[in-house]
């Protein structure tokens, strides 16, 4: 069977064992005579998938019983709207700190409902560094703080989550989320899209603390309200039940892996691989400041842009697919979430050390 690298900033990877045994459980799931695809998202047969998988998320990271999980769809690009909608009960007003392409998104959105100050941004360097956030920044009076914990397109992340105080911390970490351990309590909503780290793309998971449901304005649409969906656990309408299990199956991965702390060891020796070679490399560089370097998302360039190109076309004659850079930014880009094995992080500097040798 032929499987390659991808390094995709998302879509992306799915550990192997993880489609094997959805490959196995396809059109029979349980000895229902049917896929879980088939399933009614009503059934005892589901509703046990979707506590399960809840079960296992709130374990791999902690989450306090005072959160609840809520499983829904649009994507993180939908919570761009939902945050506002949500947490603009009190003064309508929130912070918000620019790192990225993401952020600007969220902010735009967010300037529709409401006052929206940006307290730090990295903007003046093309965004290759995380700007330093000080409780003394935020307005005491703001609805929340909003970051973005990794940003996937420029290769950043925050390597200190900053302290907000009594003003929620909002975090977007569809990119980061399960790829090192966190402390939940810091955060009054964490959200990620889930075609990174956790499963297929149509699911969006949004951990929310519960203070922080039934404030939402009047006009908040019945589907983007967190009550909607805490009140009903998630089955106010039909979930995007195949990938709810096919997340499930993830977690169940991650948790016989070792969890999240045995996950973050590994992630940061494959990330290093790769930093630690640009730093010899003649070829290859980063563009992004030392302390602000993301574990998952690695973007890097060689001597030009016809280098770069061929680059890109002969790794992927070599098995290492998708490691063109974000049109935005140009280069190159490695993705590697979770399900990237290390095998594969060795493949690709070896191939890098390969190609500069033949460009020197
Ligand atoms: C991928 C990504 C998004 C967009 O996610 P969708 O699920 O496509 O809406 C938003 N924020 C970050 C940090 C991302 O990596």
New binding site residues.
């Given amino acids: 069977m032929k499987r390659i690298y991808n390094f995709s900033?998302?879509p992306s990877m799915l550990p192997l064992p993880v489609l094997e045994k959805a490959q196995r459980e396809l059109v029979n799931y349980r000895d229902s005579g049917m896929s879980v695809m088939e399933l009614s998202h009503r059934s005892a047969l589901f509703t046990e998938i979707i506590q399960e998988a809840e079960q296992l998320l709130r374990e791999l990271m902690g989450i306090p019983e005072n959160y609840k999980v809520l499983f829904v769809q649009?994507?993180?690009?939908?919570?761009?709207s939902a945050v506002p909608l949500n947490l603009f009960g009190t003064n309508g007003k929130a912070d918000y700190v620019n790192t990225?392409s993401?952020?600007k998104?969220?902010i735009k959105e967010a300037e529709k409902y409401g006052d929206i100050r940006v307290i730090a941004s990295s903007e003046d360097a093309n965004f290759t560094y995380i700007p330093e956030v000080e409780g003394s920044m935020i307005d005491r009076e703001a609805d929340y703080v909003h970051i973005?914990?990794?940003?996937?397109?420029e290769g950043t992340a925050f390597s200190r989550i900053p302290d907000t105080g009594n003003v929620p911390l909002v975090a977007?970490?569809?990119?980061n989320i399960l790829s090192e351990e966190i402390d939940v309590s810091q955060f009054g909503v964490i959200y990620?899209?889930?075609?990174?780290n956790i499963g297929p793309?149509g699911l969006?998971v949004v951990i929310v603390r519960e203070d922080l449901i039934g404030i939402a304005q009047e006009t908040c649409p019945v589907m983007l309200n967190y009550k909607t969906h805490s009140d009903k656990g998630s089955l106010y309408n039909t979930p995007p039940t195949y990938a709810i299990y096919m997340a499930k199956l993830v977690f169940e991965w991650l948790k016989e892996l070792g969890g999240v702390k045995e996950m973050e060891k590994i992630n940061r020796e494959k990330a290093q691989m790769l930093y630690d070679y640009m730093e010899e490399s003649e070829l290859f560089s980063s563009p992004v400041k030392k302390d602000s370097r993301s574990l998952m998302?690695i973007p890097f360039v060689s001597a030009s842009d016809d280098l770069n190109a061929a680059f890109v076309d002969e790794a992927k004659e070599a098995g290492l697919e998708t490691l063109k850079g974000h049109r935005s930014v140009g280069g190159m880009r490695a993705s590697i979430y979770n399900a990237m094995p290390i095998d594969g992080v060795l493949s690709l500097v070896a191939f890098m050390k390969k190609f500069e040798s033949k460009h020197k």
């Fill in positions: 900033a998302g649009g994507g993180a690009s939908q919570q761009f990225g993401w952020s998104k969220a973005t914990t990794n940003n996937t397109i977007d970490m569809s990119s990620a899209g889930a075609q990174k793309a969006t998302n």
